[in-house]
C-alpha cells in the first residue's frame, strides 16, 4: 500500500505563508501527475494546484500568482508554497497522487494523503 504523507500546515494570519510538503512511501516504481487539492467547511472538495511528471503545471483560478506547486521526481515529493493567504484559503488540503504504480506491471491507481488543516485568520 503506498502512503502519502502531508506536513506543512496549520495556523497563519491573511497575508502570511505556508509550505506544505507530500512525500510519497517507498517502493514506488512511477507517479503520474501529483496535486493539491482543498475542501473548506461545507464545501466539496476542489482541486488547487496539478504538476505532472514532466513538470506541467495547472492552477485553480483563485489561487493563480499566490501558490507555486513544485515536485520532486527523486524523491517523490509535492510541495505547494502559498503566499499572500486569505481567509478563503481555510480548509483542508489534500494531497493526490495519480497514475501510482509500484512496479511495471501493477495497474495503475490514485492515492490520497490524510489531509493537512491550514487556517487563514487574523
Known amino acids: 500500500q503506498v502512503q502519502l504523507v502531508e506536513s506543512g500546515g496549520g495556523l497563519v494570519q491573511p497575508g502570511g505563508s505556508l509550505r506544505l510538503s507530500c512525500a510519497a512511501s517507498a517502493g514506488i516504481f512511477s507517479i503520474g501527475a501529483m496535486g493539491w487539492y482543498r475542501q473548506a467547511l461545507g464545501k466539496q472538495r476542489e482541486l488547487v494546484a496539478t504538476?505532472?511528471?514532466?513538470?506541467?503545471?495547472i492552477y485553480a483560478d483563485p489561487v493563480k500568482g499566490r501558490f507555486t506547486i513544485s515536485r520532486d521526481n527523486a524523491k517523490n515529493t509535492v510541495y505547494l508554497q502559498m503566499n499572500s493567504l486569505k481567509p478563503e484559503d481555510t480548509a483542508v488540503y489534500y494531497c493526490?497522487?495519480?497514475?501510482?504504480?509500484?512496479?511495471?506491471?501493477?495497474?495503475?491507481?490514485?492515492?490520497w494523503g490524510q489531509g493537512t488543516q491550514v487556517t487563514v485568520s487574523s
Open positions: 504538476i505532472t511528471s514532466s513538470g506541467w503545471m
Open positions: 493526490n497522487a495519480d497514475q501510482v504504480r509500484r512496479t511495471l506491471f501493477e495497474t495503475a491507481r490514485a492515492y
